[in-house]
Nanobody, 125 residues
């Protein structure tokens, strides 16, 4: 299954962006799907993950109440709504999916074996 991320761009601080990730297959077949980001010189980190098994979400404190993850199973698409963006949100954002047999914490990039190509988000005035 291939994942295709889109929606990145340049936005001013305080602005909003919505990222989309479309799967070539059935997105509900994965155990968990999520968004990760990587800024220059930093490790890749999970910013929003969603379990297809029980609908539990993971969002770190740095983005909680600002970012929302959702999916449209009919369109095989995952979304990331980002509000109140800050310069520190600047990074390349990736969507990813992990298999159903993996359980537990969803924030580890190493657990995900399907990745989209990344989309750049730049927050700057």
């Amino acid at each position: 299954v291939q994942l295709q991320a889109s929606g990145g761009g340049l936005v001013q601080p305080g602005g909003s962006l919505t990222l989309s990730c479309t799967a070539s297959g059935v997105i509900s077949d994965f155990g968990a799907i999520g968004w990760f980001r990587q800024a220059p010189g930093k490790e890749r980190e999970g910013v929003a993950c969603l379990s297809n098994l029980n609908d539990i979400t993971y969002l770190p404190d740095s983005v909680k109440y600002r970012f929302t993850i959702s999916r449209d199973a009919a369109k095989n698409t995952l979304y990331l709504q980002m509000n109140s963006l800050k310069p520190e949100d600047t990074a390349v954002y990736y969507c990813a999916a992990r298999p159903r047999w993996l359980v537990g914490g969803m924030d580890k990039p190493a657990d995900y074996d399907s990745w989209g190509q990344g989309t750049q988000v730049t927050v700057s005035s």
